[in-house]
């Protein structure tokens, strides 16, 4: 899908499609699954959780940050990562009502 097409889908479309791709990885369902676990702030343990390199881990906290379903807060020399509940929620209600949709075809048409 091209940058210029995306204006003719609306915006819940649009919206669920950034986050899909946010989460289209699974390195960053890790982290996710990871931070979720933790249930608190989580400071330097990814990259010994997941086995990959930092700077891999980074790009993968940037794109999650960039979504907003975590933050991150500087403390001394790292930066402790957490779920924002708040998004969470959101992009969670948004899956819910999309997935909730019932299909109008009936297994026997296709």
Known sequence: ???????????????????????????????????LK??????GDIVGELGLAQATVSQHLKELKNLGIIKGSIEGTSTCYCIDSEK????????SRFFG???ACSDACC
């Open 88 to 95: 969470w929620e959101s992009i969670s209600e948004a899956f």
């Open 1 to 35: 899908m091209g940058l210029s097409k995306t204006e003719k889908f609306t915006t819940h479309q649009n919206e669920l499609a950034i986050m899909s791709k946010a989460l289209g990885h699974p390195a960053r369902i890790a982290i996710l699954e990871y931070l």
């Open 38 to 43: 933790a249930n608190n702030c989580i400071c």
């Open 101 to 103: 949709q019932r299909a």
